[in-house]
Each structure stands twice: as C-alpha cells, then as structure tokens.
C-alpha cells in the first residue's frame, strides 16, 4: 500500500543551526513532491514544489532535495530562527489522473532560543 | 485577492446531527478539495471538485458527501455525526487542481467542528 513517513513527529533544534526534516514514501511515482508549513489552529501554507526531474530547489533559507531512486525528500531550513518554529508536511500526488494531493503526518519543529 | 474563505469557524454538533461546512476558494481557481485533519491521523484527503463534477474521493464513509456549485463554492456535508467526526476541516483550492502538474494548493482557515 502507498505510504508517506516523515522521519519523527518532532524535532528540537538550536536557533542558527540547519534544520533537517526527512520525507520517505513508498509505492508512489509522483510526478512532484510539495512542501507545506502549518500553524496551529491554521491551514498549511505552501513552501516549496519540487519536480522528479529535479534534484534540489532553493527559497531564500529553504532547501529541498528530492531523490526518486530513494524515494525520499529532505527540507532543510539553514540558520534557523523560533520564526521557524511550525509543523511541515510533505505531499505528494499520487499519480496522472488521481486529483488528489496526499500528505504525510508532518513534523513538528521547534527552534530553541 | 482574497484568500480561500471557510465558514463557520467553529461548530459543536451532538451525535447524530448533520452539518453542512462551506468553502470559497480564490477568485478564478476552479478546483477544490476538502480535506480532515485530526492529531492522530493527520491529514486525510475527502474529496476533489471541478467545475462542479467531484473528480476524487478519498477513503471516507458515505456520510461525507460534497458539492461544488457553478461559481466554484464548495460545501461538505457529514450526515448523522459520530464522535469521530470531531476534527479540522480544511478546504484549499487552485486554479486546476492537483494534476501531476505545478498547482499548489491554498488553504482556508478551517472549521473546527466537535461532535459530542
């Protein structure tokens, strides 16, 4: 069955350090892989898009890299700020013609002052 | 513009009643999909509309149905509640909606509906 890991369900980290977060899917061939942060108590908002042609995609602090041989994406965030402090989801499509966008269970970030 | 708009904010239903949730989505995007969002279970996809045909339909009981009407407003309906229900639902909306190709979704704020 088609899954979508993100590598743990929090994640501390020091202000100024780079900001890891790891998205692993199995039994999908998408076309392209989304990045999302959310608020509480708010709708995700859109980060980053980067397509399975592409091996990495930039946005001022924002870093996302995407292999298909290991199905696998990694977000970083560099200098990290509490500003940063949010859960991201990764999503994928789930293929031509499916109309559906399908999300992991996000990672919730914190940035330690 | 105007973002994607989700009313009401807040519901609190009892077991057994139904409720309907409506979803404006940016001016000229003909896509919207619904989605529930709970801490256990994360977010889970309900359905797809466009151009008022539902084009997808995620793993959801009968009980959630959807409509989309000609001025590409969306509204879900959840009949005879379970306590189960009580989640945030999110609608988002794009131009063309999630095809393989470059449409990012926008989100509303949600309702936060409880069923006691």
């Known amino acids: 069955s088609q899954k979508i890991e993100q590598n743990s369900e929090a994640l501390n980290i020091q202000e100024g350090k780079t900001a890891t977060l790891t998205c692993n899917y199995t039994?999908?061939?998408?076309?392209?892989l989304q990045w999302y942060r959310q608020d509480p108590g708010r709708g995700p908002v859109f980060l980053l898009l980067?397509?399975?042609?592409?091996k990495e995609k930039r946005k001022e602090r924002l870093k996302v890299t995407f292999d298909t041989t290991l199905k696998q994406s990694l977000f970083h965030i560099t200098a990290s700020q509490p500003a940063d402090s949010a859960t991201y989801l990764c999503?994928?499509?789930?293929?031509?013609?499916?109309?559906?966008?399908?999300f992991g269970k996000g990672t919730k970030l914190s940035v330690i002052p | 513009k105007a973002g994607v708009t989700q009313t009401p904010r807040y519901l609190i239903k009892t077991r057994g009643q139904q409720v309907t949730l409506s979803c404006s989505p940016i001016s000229g995007h003909r896509s919207v999909s619904w989605y529930q969002q709970t801490p256990g279970q994360g977010l889970q996809f309900l359905f797809e509309y466009f151009s008022e045909t539902q084009r997808n339909k995620g793993n959801f009981p009968g009980r959630f149905s959807g409509r989309q009407f000609s001025n590409s407003r969306s509204e879900m309906n959840v009949s005879t509640l379970e306590l189960g229900d009580s989640a945030l639902y999110l609608c988002a909306s794009s131009p063309q909606g999630p095809r393989g190709g470059t449409d990012t979704q926008y989100f509303g704020p949600g309702t936060r509906l409880t069923v006691l």
């Open positions: 980067i397509r399975e042609n592409e």
């Open positions: 039994n999908y061939s998408p076309a392209y």
């Open positions: 999503a994928l499509d789930s293929g031509a013609g499916s109309y559906q966008l399908t």
